[in-house]
């Protein structure tokens, strides 16, 4: 007879708390404000395969949107220096951005690394590389 009341209580239980299928996402404050810099690669249509270094620069966070600029330069000339405007997932798990001419996509690889890549259409390119937060 205890046996049954205590399966009873237990049922009872298991409809009044039901345990979640799936576990809750975790939404960690995710600040992208600060100063970025490594290297890159780039291959494009005209002028090939260039190495050279990037700077981040994210000024204003707002939510999960940001402005800022990127500032490039290759062994062979000065810097070039662009505005971009971006947004991210809850989590900072999609991370995507956009200049005048092309696309970033970014991924957070952990607080203070992240990983971009930048394309354009209108003249043919691709860029990746690896940023560190400066301290």
């Known amino acids: 007879m205890i046996r049954h009341i205590c399966a009873a209580a237990l049922a ?22 600060g100063t970025w810099n490594g290297p890159r690669e780039r291959i494009a249509k005209e002028g090939g395969r260039i190495e050279g270094t990037a700077t981040l620069v994210i000024t204003v966070q707002n939510g999960r949107t940001f ?39 970014f991924k957070l690889v952990d607080a203070d690394t992240l990983d971009f890549c930048y394309t354009e259409t209108a003249s043919p390119r691709a860029t990746c590389g690896r940023l560190t937060r400066q301290k």
């Open 67 to 105: 402005t800022g600029h990127l500032s490039r330069a290759y062994a062979s000339g000065g810097p070039v220096d662009e505005p971009l405007w971006g947004a991210f997932t809850p989590g900072g798990n999609l991370i995507a951005g956009a200049d005048e001419e092309g696309n970033y996509s």
């Open 12 to 33: 009872a239980l298991a409809f009044a708390a039901p345990i979640p299928v799936m576990p809750a996402l975790a939404q960690e404050a995710v600040s992208l404000v």
